[in-house]
């Protein structure tokens, strides 16, 4: 069996963190050079060819050169909605052979722009027998569709915007910094309407335990929490920089215990295959910083990804709220009723946590702290430790 690989990156999709040490040591100049020629070496019993970065030559040659295995891995963003087609078009004429997509992508729809709207493509993917595709999102059932939290968190580790490997790497740092607050709410655009009750709520905080911030915050310095350095994709891109996310770090994160966390797709999404967390959440989890989530929705997604809420740092009233959440049939009430109903128990929560005495915070502090350790450990499985490559076989 012949395996093709188009991957334009060392990252580990079907190659765990000592088995691409062992690739690099066998093969020291494969993921040197982005050349027109492949590399081919014996990976698990098999040959493998890896095209690095030229998984379009593929589509170039109109499908006609293709392995008895091909894993296609869309790893720079979104695509056009003719190179799908032409992909789709290309698997169909190979019934033969074996197709494997991974997308990385930091938008709330998947690859494609028109999946924001509809599924219709996910319906096309589910007829083709040939293909699987391993995506982000779970509690989605189409056939030929798989879910890997793996894939959720790569989408955040390595690309061209968000320095995840800071906040991984940062972990051990900040658990030794001394914090200056309790409590981290830092908002950025003031644009949903949990956003804009946050920033109603607590713009004039004055509680010496809770460090709040936001862009339109008085005496902030701009460079911290305006995104008005050149972007990184480019002139007039919507991204943030890397400087951003480093200022962030250091002026921002290093200086509170736990964070409330404002999702950017929970409390918009309208279908259940865009409701995913983006980087306010997973730059935490790589921290193994504690956080409460500003909705039940973002709140949902836990479980699925095989991690542990914060529970010690919960009311029994907002857990029980949080808890009972059902993100399959409650999820368009994010967008469709104007009231928070949430709202006053997760007021409530800060409000018990800020006010508690030193003793208690100590202790539920430390709790979660214990857990966001055992969160992170989880994740460094996933990014490190795990593979792909069960699919391909």
Known sequence: MKIYIYQSSRECYFWTKEELSFIEETHPMFFKFNGPNPNIFQFKGYEVTLYRGQWHRMLNEGFDNVGDVNIIVIDHGAIPQSEMETIIAGIKKNPEKKFIIVGKNVEDYWLVQSTKTSDELFKQISEL?????????????YNNMFFEPKVNFHNYYNNATFPGYMFINGSDIFHKLPKGYRIGLHLNKITDKVRKWLFSTYNNNSNPHLFFTSRKHRGIDSFVFDNELPHTDGPGGGGVTKEWYNAQFIELTTKS?????????????????????????????????????????AHSLFKGNGLKPYRSLFTDELWAIYEAFDNQTLLLMNRSEQSIYWSGALERNINWLLDMDSKEWNERISEADRVALENRGIIEGYLFNQSLFHYVI
Do not use: C, S
Not at 129 to 141: A, H, R, S, T
Not at 276 to 293: C, R, V
């Open 129 to 141: 027998n040939n293909l699987k595709v391993i995506w982000d999102v779970e509690g989605v059932n």
């Open 257 to 297: 215990e736990m964070e409330i966390i404002y999702e950017t797709f929970t409390t918009t999404a309208e279908w259940r295959w865009l409701l995913k967390w983006n980087e306010k959440t997973i730059k935490q989890l790589f921290l193994a910083k504690p956080f409460i989530h500003a909705d039940p929705a």
